[in-house]
Every structure is written in C-alpha cells, then in structure tokens.
C-alpha cells in the first residue's frame, strides 16, 4: 500500500470534516445573531405593554376608589357615573394591553433562548400577587377609601 495516497487521503478527509465544522460554527453563529436581532425588540415591546398595562390598570383603581364612596349618594350620581365609566374605559385599555402582551409573549417563546424565555415569565407572570376580592360591604376602610389585602389577610381581618 502506497503512503502517500493513504496521508493525501487521511489529509482530504481533514480538511472536509475542518470544512463542516466550521460551516456548522459559522451557521450557529448566524443563528444566535438571528435570535438576538430578532429578541431585542421583542422585550422591549413586552416591557412597553407591560408598563403600559399597568399603568391602565393603575388608573381604573384610583378611578374606581374616587367613586366608591359616592356610590349610592344622589347629590353625587353624575360625578359617580363619570369616574365609574372612566375606571371601566380603563380596565378595557388595560386588558387590550395585557392581550397583546400575551402575543408578545407567544413570539418570544419561538425565538428566544430558554434564558431569556424564563426571565420573561417570572417577569410577567411570576411578579404578580394573584387579585383578591372581598365583598364591596368588607372591602372599604374607613375614611371611604380602599383597602388592599396584604399576603395571608382575610376579608374578614378587615371588618374585624
């Protein structure tokens, strides 16, 4: 057997393994730009909605507790019907919002990394309190305004 033809070999079939592993290297580093390009405004769309959305929902609760303590006063009917539908224009804006974060959201778990998938759902969905609602008789504190419930505190704690 000739050696030369077994090194000429030998050294073609290293060059084309060198060949795929660099067109393999080269086409994973095309991808993860890809996904960074195609991520970045991703999350930035979910932190404007998100902030956004809160902000809507923010404004419903400072609505809804101005018109709380009116309700049911008649010298007091008009100003209470108009926070009462500005609290409403607002939680439906939150909501719009939430909506299209949940899209964002969907997009994002096709393009990201697992990383930025996870931190983008303990933001969203993991930073939250659940709601909690008590009956409108025990949930007015005193002074007509409303009170949250803390972690562990019942809507009985409030009357009581």
């Given at each position: ?7 000429a070999f030998a050294a ?104 930025i998938r996870d931190a ?41």
């Amino acid at each position: 057997m000739n050696w030369a033809v077994i090194a000429a070999f030998a050294a073609a079939a290293l060059s084309l393994v060198n060949v795929i592993v660099g067109y393999r290297l080269a086409s994973r580093g095309h991808l993860e730009q890809w996904q960074r390009d195609e991520t970045r405004p991703i999350v930035a769309r979910i932190l404007t909605l998100s902030q956004d959305a809160l902000r809507q929902w923010n404004e419903a609760a400072y609505a809804r507790q101005a018109w709380m303590p009116m309700h049911g006063d008649p010298r007091q009917s008009s100003e209470s019907q108009a926070l009462k539908a500005q609290e409403g224009e607002h939680w439906v804006a939150g909501t719009d919002l939430w909506g299209k974060l949940r899209f964002e959201m969907a997009q994002l778990d096709l393009v990201a990394a697992r990383s930025i998938r996870d931190a983008a759902h303990a933001l969203v969905w993991g930073g939250h309190e659940p709601v909690r609602i008590c009956p409108q008789s025990q949930r007015a504190a005193p002074g007509g305004g409303l009170k949250a419930l803390a972690p562990g505190m019942t809507c009985r704690s409030l009357t009581g």
